[in-house]
């Protein structure tokens, strides 16, 4: 069955910090690929996406996220987080097939210490 | 562009009772997607609607119901409450079958 695997569940960082945050899918067709983010209090919102081409993405608020096929991997990344950034982050997976099913990963909890 | 709203933003309903909640997509959006939002379980996909009709469908039991009306907006239904219904419902919409969802605000529903 397909499905999205977020190997972090709880990331606690100091500002200024680096963070990678791990995604990765399990699905052989092809696939668009998106970060969602939810800060407390808000709604889920898109952070960046990756449809094809480049395969490292830059988003909203310095995140990138690099797509790497031969490890069904997306990965978030922020070479310096601030308070701010700390939020609920979303992995998922639209199948570019049949009913176009979305997939969602479990979420990590990221909190920032100031 | 309005975006996806949810309605009502809070419910408070006993054990046993049903509950009704709506959402209007974003303007030209068929697609409508519901989600179940809670600490310990995460995102939890329940269905999604496009031009009426159910199109995908995740794990729930049947209490769990939902339509798309011919305007795009949905509603989701829950039928007999239970403790474990409490949570935060999520709606979304999407234009063409590869893009983005947008997200509501979502509904708070607790269940006493």
């Known amino acids: 069955a397909q499905s999205v695997s977020q190997h972090n569940h709880h990331v606690i960082l100091s500002e200024a910090a680096s963070l990678e945050l791990g995604c990765n899918y399990s699905?052989?067709?092809?696939?668009?690929l998106f970060w969602y983010v939810q800060y407390p209090g808000q709604h889920l919102q898109l952070l960046l996406k990756y449809f094809s081409g480049d395969p490292l993405v830059k988003g909203i608020k310095g995140f990138e996220a690099e797509f790497i096929k031969s490890k069904f991997s997306f990965n978030l990344r922020k070479p310096s987080v601030q308070w701010s950034d700390t939020a609920e982050y979303f992995c998922?997976?639209?199948?570019?097939?049949?009913?176009?099913?979305?997939?969602f990963g479990t979420g990590t909890r990221l909190k920032v210490l100031a | 562009k309005a975006g996806v709203t949810q309605t009502p933003r809070y419910l408070i309903k006993t054990r046993g009772q049903q509950v009704t909640l709506s959402c209007s997509p974003i303007?030209?959006?068929?697609?409508v997607s519901w989600y179940q939002q809670t600490p310990g379980q995460g995102l939890q996909f329940l269905f999604e609607?496009?031009?009426?009709?159910?199109?995908n469908k995740g794990n729930f039991p049947g209490r769990f119901s939902g339509r798309q009306f011919s305007n795009s907006r949905s509603e989701m239904n829950v039928s007999t409450l239970e403790l474990g219904d409490s949570a935060l419902y999520l709606c979304?919409?999407?234009?063409?079958?590869?893009?983005?969802?947008?997200f509501g605000n979502g509904t708070r529903l607790t269940v006493t």
């Open positions: 979304a919409s999407r234009g063409v079958d590869d893009s983005p969802l947008h």
């Open positions: 699905y052989g067709g092809t696939v668009n």
């Open positions: 609607y496009f031009s009426e009709t159910q199109r």
């Open positions: 303007s030209g959006h068929r697609s």
């Open positions: 998922a997976v639209n199948l570019i097939s049949g009913t176009y099913k979305y997939i």
